[in-house]
């Protein structure tokens, strides 16, 4: 014996090749399944995070679009308002005590109203001057207008809202006209202005 063997116990043997090959075997299938379920659990823990984050913009979204349809009917209050300011004359230098009255008070209801929705996240709108946006403008004519490019707005039959950049409800307006006039852009029944 050298100084470099060392002697087996006698009830030790040396595996065979063949059992060699097969711990060899079923060590290799048993990291196979490790890393097969690692793998299951890191896409399972992906998922649920991203379930999760779904789940949170969801809810951002549902809060902050909540007051959609209160918003709505809030801007029938709006135009209301509004026409009744136009219908007083602008030249109304001796109105009657009642008419001025009536004006400042409707005066200052608009402008808290308009508060109110500024404060909530709704925007008017303001399409005038401005070339057409079919995401914030409905047109409902066109109109001959040779002083503006073709496709500015030049008439506003109704003012549009946002709510937090999203669209309560487009702007109604009238379109100036072009050479070549957009079809797309023309009523189908003729509107009063």
Known sequence: MTDKEIPLPED???????EAS???????????????????????LAELDNYRKRAER??????KYATTGFARELLTVADNLRRALE??????????????SLMEGVEITEKELLFAFKKHGIEKIE??????????????????????????????LQVGYQLSGRLLRPALVGVAKGKNSDPTLQPTETIPT
């Open 127 to 156: 399409p005038l001057g401005k070339p057409f946006d079919h995401h914030l403008h409905q047109a409902m004519f066109e109109v001959d207008a040779p002083d503006q490019p073709a496709g500015t707005v030049v008439h506003v």
């Open 12 to 18: 030790e043997t040396l595996p065979t090749e063949e």
């Open 58 to 63: 969801e809810r951002e979204e549902t809060a």
């Open 87 to 100: 219908s007083v004359p602008e030249d109304h230098d001796h109105p009657e005590k009642l008419l001025k």
């Open 22 to 44: 097969a711990e060899v075997s079923r060590e290799e299938e048993l990291t196979a399944e490790v890393d097969k379920l690692k793998d299951q659990l890191l896409r399972t």
